[in-house]
C-alpha cells in the first residue's frame, strides 16, 4: 500500500531579538560580571594554591600511585571553587543570537553586500554602504583594500538625508540584527549633525 508523505509547514524562523531586548540582556550581563568579580578574584588565587598543593605532592611522593597521592596528599587540601551567578537562559540567547548574526555579517564578502545594496531604495544606497564598508572593510591593509563600494564612498556625509527611522529598515535588510541596526542608525544621525555644524561652521567662516 502506498502512502502520501505527509505534508509538512515550513519552519518559520523565531523573531530577532528587538533593541529593547538587546539592552535588558547587556545590563544583565554586566550586572552579573560585577556581582561575579570577586568570586573570580577568589577562584584564581584558589587554582594557584590547589596547582601548588598537586605540585609539592608530586615532588614529596613521586613513587607513589597517583590514586593514593591524590586520595591522601592532594583532594583533603584543594581550595573548594565557588560557583558563579549565571545570566538567565534568556538573556544568553539574545546575546548568542547577536553574536551569530554579526558572525554570517563578517563572512560576507563586498560583492554580496552590494547586491543587497542594490535592492535598496537609490537615495539610501550610498549611506548604508557607507556604513557596512566602516563596519567590516575599513580595518583591512591598503594592499587588501577593497574597492567595489568606492562609488557610495566619495558621497560627502552631510548631503546625506535619509531618516534614521529608515537608515535601520534598509540595515535590517541587508542583515543586520534590529539592536545592531538601531545603534549604527543612531551613530550615523549623530555623524549626519556633525557634518552638518562642520558645514555651518566652515560657510560662516568664508563670509567673514
Request: glycine content about 2%; charged content about 30%.
Amino acid at each position: 500500500m502506498i502512502t502520501e508523505p505527509l505534508a509538512t509547514e515550513p519552519t518559520v524562523p523565531a523573531p530577532l531579538p528587538t533593541p529593547e531586548q538587546v539592552i535588558a540582556a547587556i545590563k544583565e550581563y554586566s550586572e552579573v560580571s560585577l556581582i561575579n568579580a570577586p568570586t573570580q578574584k577568589y577562584n584564581a588565587k584558589a587554582r594557584e594554591k590547589n596547582k601548588k598543593v598537586l605540585l609539592d605532592a608530586l615532588e614529596k611522593y613521586p613513587d607513589m600511585g597517583p590514586k593514593m597521592r591524590n586520595a591522601r596528599h592532594v583532594r583533603p587540601y584543594l581550595i573548594k571553587l565557588k560557583p558563579l551567578l549565571c545570566a538567565s537562559d534568556e538573556a544568553r540567547r539574545i546575546i548568542n543570537k547577536e553574536a551569530e548574526v554579526r558572525v554570517e555579517c563578517t563572512r560576507l564578502r563586498p560583492k554580496q553586500w552590494l547586491a543587497k545594496i542594490a535592492r535598496l531604495p537609490e537615495q539610501e544606497r550610498a549611506q548604508i554602504a557607507c556604513i557596512i564598508w566602516w563596519d567590516f572593510f575599513a580595518d583591512e591593509l591598503s594592499r587588501d583594500r577593497v574597492t567595489d563600494l568606492d562609488t557610495y564612498l566619495r558621497c560627502n556625509p552631510a548631503q546625506f538625508i535619509v531618516s534614521r527611522v529608515r537608515i535601520e529598515a534598509a540595515l535590517i535588510f541587508c542583515g543586520y540584527t534590529p539592536h545592531q541596526a538601531y545603534r549604527r542608525a543612531a551613530g550615523s544621525e549623530n555623524n549626519r549633525s556633525d557634518a552638518k555644524s562642520d558645514g555651518q561652521t566652515q560657510q560662516q567662516e568664508t563670509n567673514e
